[in-house]
């Protein structure tokens, strides 16, 4: 796994993974505990170790509710759910999916699809 990768993931999340002390708080509050291949605790492992291919091939990071129960229960402030959104966001961006490109906006556009819609979907997806 490259390192620059990591770098990005810990930089983008503003998560120190090296304030985790391993309780496992985070994972056993998590409501979606059984729909997660990979688990709060084991993303902020995982990513110190730099181990981020399972991560970012995983459904784990779609399936995270984005609740932040795991943020709320961790005693050093680690925040698992930013370091799982920032996999997310790093696996989606570079499978291409979910990412439009300035020149692709003419081609949207209709009468019946509020701008606004358009600048919110640009601005959520080029991220
Ligand atoms: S609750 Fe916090 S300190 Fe405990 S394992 Fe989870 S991230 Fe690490
Ligand atoms: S934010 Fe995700 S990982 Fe954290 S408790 Fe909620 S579902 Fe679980």
């Known amino acids: 796994m490259d390192n620059k990768q990591k770098e990005q993931i810990l930089r983008s999340s503003g998560v120190n993974v090296l304030k985790c002390m391993r309780c496992g708080k985070c994972t056993a509050t998590c409501p979606n505990y059984e729909e997660m291949e990979y688990h709060p605790h084991e993303f902020v492992y995982m990513v ?3 181990d981020l291919e399972k991560l970012m091939a995983s459904q784990s990071i779609y399936r995270c509710l ?5 943020v709320e229960r961790c005693p050093r402030g ?6 799982i ?3 997310r966001l790093a696996a989606v961006h ?3 999916e979910n990412h439009i490109v300035p020149d692709d906006i003419p081609g949207m556009l209709d009468d019946d699809l509020p ?3 358009i600048v919110s979907v640009f601005r959520k997806y080029t991220k």
């Open 66 to 70: 984005t609740c932040f129960a795991c």
């Open 115 to 117: 701008q606004q819609a």
């Open 85 to 87: 959104e920032a996999v």
């Open 78 to 83: 680690v925040e698992p759910a930013k370091l």
């Open 94 to 96: 570079r499978q291409g």
């Open 48 to 50: 110190e170790k730099g």
